[in-house]
């Protein structure tokens, strides 16, 4: 079965400081990674996702994220954080007919 | 085009008793699934739905919970009796093909409290 690990929970940090959350899966079929994250008082939304190309993955909001298979890994990054993306990150792995989690990075931006 | 729309989107009930949550997806999407959150804990499946079919519900956690999608439309999933151990946040998501062709859109969740 597939599994995801997300680190430092908790991550606090000022405005314009950058950001990087790491994500290692665990799966042995073909990878389908995603990154979602939910906004205080709102639903899930899909923030990118990789199924196949370019490893640099750009998605909504000025986020990227790099697929490294030797690593297993998809680190999620913003140059330059506001206020606004304060919200809990989740990466999720693809694979038989379901989403597999990470347990999120709660994420809070300091004016 | 309205999202994934769920309902309640807050329950609190006491041990023993039933409760029934419902998930209507994007129109025309075939793909309904259902996942849960309990506190501190990642988000897990519950079940997958093709039309009215259940395709994999082996994340049900046992046969207290109860999935039934009647026409292929909208979903219900029906936890009795609830035990406290069921608090958590249910979600449902939907899509019209399965990833990677398309992605899993999530309703707001409903948050459950057992008491």
């Known amino acids: 079965a597939q599994s995801v690990s997300q680190h430092n929970h908790h991550v606090i940090l000022s405005e314009a400081a950058s950001l990087e959350l790491g994500c290692n899966y665990s799966?042995?079929?073909?990878?389908?990674l995603f990154w979602y994250v939910q906004y205080p008082g709102q639903h899930l939304q899909l923030l990118l996702k990789y199924f196949s190309g370019d490893p640099l993955v750009k998605g909504i909001k000025g986020f990227e994220a790099e697929f490294i298979k030797s690593k297993f890994s998809f680190n999620l990054r913003k140059p330059s954080v506001q206020w606004s993306d304060t919200a809990e990150y989740f990466c999720?792995?693809?694979?038989?007919?379901?989403?597999?989690f990470g347990k999120g990075n709660q994420v809070v931006v300091i004016p | 085009e309205a999202g994934v729309t769920q309902f309640p989107s807050h329950s609190v009930i006491e041990k023993g008793q039933t409760v029934t949550l419902r998930c209507d997806p994007i129109s025309g999407h075939d793909n309904l699934y259902w996942y849960r959150r309990v506190m501190g804990k990642e988000i897990k499946f519950l079940l997958h739905?093709?039309?009215?079919?259940?395709?994999?519900e082996s994340g049900m956690p046992n046969n207290r919970f109860l999935a039934e999608r009647t026409g292929g439309t909208y979903s219900t999933l029906k936890v009795q009796p609830a035990e406290l151990e069921d608090s958590g946040v249910y979600f449902c998501?939907?899509?019209?093909?399965?990833?990677?062709?398309?992605?899993?859109?999530f309703g707001p969740g409903t948050r459950l409290t057992v008491l």
């Open positions: 739905f093709v039309k009215e079919s259940k395709q994999d």
């Open positions: 799966y042995g079929g073909t990878v389908n």
């Open positions: 998501a939907s899509s019209q093909f399965p990833p990677p062709t398309d992605t899993q859109y």
């Open positions: 999720a792995v693809y694979g038989n007919n379901r989403l597999a």
